[in-house]
T-cell receptor, first 114, second 113 residues
């Protein structure tokens, strides 16, 4: 079974600084997808970024980028120029190709301080 | 993406009663999912709901406790039956638009007293 581990329960960063959230996963699959979701206090789950395992290039969405290390089974999220609105729980998620069972990590609570 | 709404947004219910949560999507989707998020925890998949067929439940979840309906391609309901305080959670529905991305509704916060 696939497992997703987020080893940082809480993190904080100063506004405008850069922060990196860690995620590792365990799988024997070769084809899969990885995601970072953001859940602000409103509890709405928002897709931040997606990475296909077959792509070597790291995904980027504006201030959000990932460092995908397939051999190490690592998928970290970097947030640049942190904003107060980035304060939220961040969940790393794994989805096997042609499968619907998305597995989530335990989450990292990020606080952006003014 | 899709616009997904859930009703109710929150409710406080008494032990032993049942609550039905509705999930509405603004476009037709084949697959809808129901998740539970217990306080301070991550998301756990309850079941997958395809239109026109019985929902598929994950280990630890049973139809008698969490009956699901999927009458059409834009709507689904999840009922939490015979509730106990342990059922206090956020319940979220999600949809799969592209085969590999899920978009979530705003969630229903349930408190059982």
């Amino acid at each position: 079974a696939q497992t997703v581990t987020q080893s940082q329960p809480e993190m904080s960063v100063q506004e405008a600084e850069t922060v990196t959230l860690s995620c590792t996963y365990d799988t024997s699959e070769n084809n899969y997808y990885l995601f970072w979701y953001k859940q602000p206090p409103s509890r709405q789950m928002i897709l931040v970024i997606r990475q296909e395992a077959y792509k070597q290039q790291n995904a980027t969405e504006n201030r959000f980028s990932v460092n995908f290390q397939k051999a190490a089974k690592s998928f970290s999220l970097k947030i640049s120029d942190s904003q107060l609105g980035d304060t939220a729980m961040y969940f790393c998620a794994f989805l096997k190709y042609n499968n619907n069972d998305m597995r989530f990590g335990a989450g990292t609570r990020l606080t952006v301080k003014p | 993406s899709a616009v997904i709404s859930q009703k109710p947004s929150r409710d406080i219910c008494q032990r032993g009663t049942s609550l039905t949560i509705q999930c509405q999507v603004d476009s037709q989707v084949t697959m809808m999912f129901w998740y539970r998020q217990q306080p301070g925890q991550s998301l756990t998949l309850i079941a997958t709901a395809n239109q026109g067929s019985e929902a598929t439940y994950e280990s630890g979840f049973v139809i008698d406790k969490f009956p699901i309906s999927r009458p059409n391609l834009t709507f689904s309901t999840l009922t939490v039956s015979n509730m106990s305080p342990e059922d206090s959670s956020i319940y979220l529905c999600s949809v799969d638009l592209s085969g590999y991305e899920q978009y979530f509704g705003p969630g229903t916060r349930l408190t059982v007293t």
